[in-house]
């Protein structure tokens, strides 16, 4: 079916900014000349004017994603239409490239800093959690950072409510609002070892809940941790979690009520851990998480599909090769209206190697492809997230040959459109980086958050970049941040099987929890932008 979508344009002109002044700028259809104008004031009143333009324009462009055959119709003078026949359009693809903004840049408090996720908020910034961590005191605090359009920190503070606290995943909520999944130190007396919380805009807790159990349970099961989150319709959130090698996932309401839980697990030695969540289409949820069937040292992966209500539709294991050891959870995406899925994880090669591993599978679970990817040299190689990427296809990040962030471009049959690595150039010793959390951001560009040890780095420091639609950052960059990474593909048979697990309702109960909240004053450090 096609949906036309009608923006009307005003015409912008914008030909020639100095370094000291705008020779001139004129909005037409608004009557507003502008002449002799100093930079300062064109960043301070046109420059958010322009964006908000291209924003809007992103928007309307990621209101039609996923649909076929959809136009839309720019009116740029009266009796004149300019159609744009599908989102490949290169006219659009072209014009949003040219306003996305780049840059890269670095957040240090002195300590261990790492960057765990990012998402891009709809106020045309990002939201990047992480940890600041203290190995010498055994000590670990929670970390988040909102920033503006350009990386600049508007807000950052440490969040505590037990010990050794982080979060593992924020997303933006429909208000506007965050979302976060966070763990900690395991305290089989308090349960607040996993927890979900919600934050106003501005960073202020409005409500948090742990899991424990119920005195019918007894102490066996511990939701040792929340491990994704993902916003509902209702305004409330849903969660996934580990509970002593099962699944758990909840809905709750938007004040933090438990509405559903549901807690899954297989038999024998069957452990799972990780769990990653996703809407599906219908208004159900789809939750992958890694271990093994019967043998944990298969390190296999399972999907199940829960409808609306929570009851168990399907359940599938996927055989393979996943590394033992991952530096973190495999990702499950769900990425078209028509509920297929990706799942990308690391996957071990022989001899100690990892590459990337790319699922796709339909919307019962099936694989459509696998593909494992690699450096050219079969060193380690890892994918710590997966984004849905527009037009269609998948961004990765992790990191490449144990020392570079890495960003990965995959097309939707699975083909690499692009592979580029980020590293400071010349150091010695030894010192990595990686990326931990990517995400679309807001403008068509991509946005990646991690850490590294490089850049004037103390123990290490969160990492954030912000690149155009092909990984690049514009500017005087330092030599080694967007160079080439040649990677091989190989395709995969992954063997997969229905699987039957048990879904009940676990005997847990939510309890409030206190968020103590610090600011604090990162150092920043830009490496390039433009």
Same mark, same amino acid.
Request: glycine share 12%.
């Given at each position: 079916?096609?949906? $036309?979508?009608?923006?009307?344009?005003?015409?912008?002109?914008l030909?020639?900014i100095?370094?000291?002044?705008?020779?001139?700028?004129?909005?037409?259809?608004?009557?507003?000349?502008?002449?002799?104008?100093?930079?300062?004031?064109?960043?301070?009143?046109?420059?958010?004017?322009?964006c908000?333009?291209?924003?809007?324009?992103?928007v309307?462009?990621?209101?039609?994603?996923?649909?076929?055959? $959809?136009?839309?119709?720019?009116?740029?003078?009266?009796?004149?239409?300019?159609?744009f026949?599908?989102?490949?359009?290169?006219?659009?693809?072209?014009?949003?490239?040219?306003?996305?903004?780049?840059?890269s840049?670095?957040?240090?408090?002195g300590?261990?800093?790492?960057?765990?996720?990012?998402?891009?908020?709809?106020?045309?910034?990002y939201?990047?959690?992480?940890?600041?961590?203290?190995?010498?005191?055994?000590?670990?605090?929670?970390?988040?950072?909102?920033?503006?359009?350009?990386?600049?920190?508007?807000?950052?503070?440490?969040?505590?409510?037990?010990?050794?606290?982080?979060?593992?995943?924020?997303?933006?909520?429909?208000?506007?609002?965050?979302?976060?999944?966070?763990?900690?130190?395991?305290?089989?007396?308090?349960?607040?070892?996993?927890?979900?919380?919600?934050?106003?805009?501005?960073?202020?807790?409005?409500?948090?809940?742990?899991?424990?159990?119920?005195?019918?349970?007894?102490?066996?099961?511990?939701?040792?941790?929340?491990?994704?989150?993902v916003?509902?319709?209702?305004?409330?959130?849903?969660?996934?979690g580990?509970?002593?090698?099962?699944i758990?996932?909840a809905?709750?309401?938007?004040?933090?009520?438990?509405?559903?839980?549901?807690?899954?697990?297989?038999?024998?030695?069957?452990?799972w851990?990780?769990p990653?969540?996703?809407?599906?289409?219908?208004g159900?949820?789809?939750?992958?998480?890694?271990?093994?069937?019967?043998n944990?040292?298969?390190?296999?992966?399972?999907?199940?599909?829960?409808?609306?209500?929570?009851?168990l539709?399907?359940?599938?294991?996927?055989?393979?090769?996943?590394?033992s050891?991952?530096?973190?959870g495999?990702?499950?995406?769900?990425?078209?209206?028509?509920?297929?899925?990706?799942v990308?994880?690391?996957?071990?090669?022989?001899?100690?190697?990892?590459?990337?591993?790319?699922?796709?599978?339909d919307?019962s679970?099936r694989?459509?492809?696998?593909?494992?990817?690699?450096?050219?040299?079969?060193?380690?190689?890892?994918?710590?997230?997966?984004?849905?990427?527009?037009?269609?296809?998948?961004?990765?990040a992790?990191y490449?040959?144990?020392?570079?962030?890495?960003?990965?471009?995959?097309?939707?049959?699975?083909?690499?459109?692009?592979?580029?690595?980020?590293?400071?150039?010349?150091? $010695?010793?030894?010192?990595?980086?990686?990326?931990?959390?990517?995400d679309?951001?807001?403008?068509g560009?991509?946005?990646?958050?991690?850490?590294?040890?490089?850049?004037?780095?103390?123990?290490?420091?969160?990492?954030?970049?912000?690149?155009d639609?092909?990984?690049?950052?514009?500017?005087?960059?330092?030599?080694?941040?967007?160079?080439?990474?040649?990677?091989?593909?190989?395709?995969?048979d992954?063997?997969?099987?229905?699987?039957?697990?048990?879904?009940?309702?676990?005997?847990?109960?939510?309890?409030?929890?206190?968020?103590? $909240?610090?600011?604090?004053d990162?150092?920043?450090?830009?490496?390039?932008?433009?």
């Amino acid at each position: 079916m096609t949906r $036309t979508f009608e923006l009307h344009f005003v015409r912008l002109y914008l030909l020639e900014i100095s370094s000291a002044s705008l020779s001139w700028y004129l909005l037409p259809d608004a009557g507003i000349p502008v002449s002799g104008m100093d930079l300062p004031v064109f960043r301070a009143i046109i420059l958010p004017m322009r964006c908000l333009t291209v924003l809007v324009l992103a928007v309307c462009l990621d209101a039609c994603s996923g649909c076929s055959d $959809t136009r839309l119709a720019g009116h740029a003078d009266a009796g004149a239409d300019v159609y744009f026949d599908s989102l490949h359009d290169p006219d659009i693809h072209e014009f949003l490239d040219h306003q996305e903004i780049t840059w890269s840049r670095t957040y240090g408090t002195g300590l261990e800093d790492s960057g765990l996720s990012v998402v891009g908020s709809s106020d045309g910034g990002y939201v990047v959690a992480g940890t600041i961590r203290d190995e010498e005191a055994w000590e670990q605090d929670a970390w988040l950072l909102r920033l503006d359009a350009m990386g600049e920190p508007l807000w950052q503070r440490t969040y505590a409510w037990d010990a050794r606290e982080r979060w593992n995943v924020v997303v933006e909520t429909a208000d506007g609002g965050l979302a976060l999944a966070g763990g900690a130190a395991v305290d089989r007396t308090t349960g607040r070892a996993g927890i979900a919380a919600r934050l106003d805009a501005g960073g202020v807790p409005l409500w948090a809940v742990g899991f424990v159990p119920s005195p019918a349970s007894g102490p066996e099961i511990l939701v040792e941790r929340i491990t994704d989150v993902v916003p509902l319709d209702s305004g409330g959130i849903a969660v996934a979690g580990q509970a002593s090698g099962n699944i758990v996932v909840a809905r709750l309401d938007p004040s933090g009520g438990l509405v559903q839980m549901r807690l899954l697990s297989g038999t024998g030695t069957d452990s799972w851990n990780a769990p990653s969540l996703a809407r599906t289409a219908d208004g159900g949820l789809a939750v992958g998480a890694r271990g093994g069937v019967d043998n944990p040292s298969e390190h296999s992966y399972v999907l199940a599909k829960l409808d609306a209500g929570g009851d168990l539709e399907w359940a599938k294991t996927y055989a393979g090769a996943l590394a033992s050891e991952p530096p973190a959870g495999l990702a499950t995406v769900l990425c078209s209206t028509s509920g297929s899925y990706f799942v990308a994880s690391d996957y071990t090669l022989g001899s100690g190697y990892r590459g990337i591993l790319g699922l796709a599978l339909d919307a019962s679970g099936r694989p459509s492809w696998a593909r494992v990817y690699t450096s050219d040299s079969w060193d380690l190689c890892a994918g710590l997230s997966v984004a849905p990427s527009h037009p269609g296809g998948w961004t990765i990040a992790g990191y490449w040959r144990r020392a570079d962030a890495w960003l990965l471009r995959i097309g939707e049959d699975g083909s690499v459109d692009w592979s580029l690595r980020y590293h400071e150039s010349g150091v $010695t010793p030894y010192v990595r980086d990686e990326m931990r959390a990517v995400d679309q951001a807001p403008d068509g560009g991509i946005v990646a958050a991690g850490s590294t040890e490089g850049f004037g780095a103390v123990a290490g420091d969160i990492w954030v970049l912000k690149t155009d639609a092909a990984g690049r950052i514009r500017g005087d960059c330092p030599a080694g941040i967007g160079s080439d990474a040649d990677v091989l593909a190989m395709d995969l048979d992954i063997p997969y099987a229905d699987i039957d697990l048990d879904s009940t309702d676990p005997f847990f109960v939510t309890v409030p929890v206190a968020l103590a $909240t610090t600011p604090i004053d990162a150092v920043l450090s830009t490496q390039c932008s433009g």
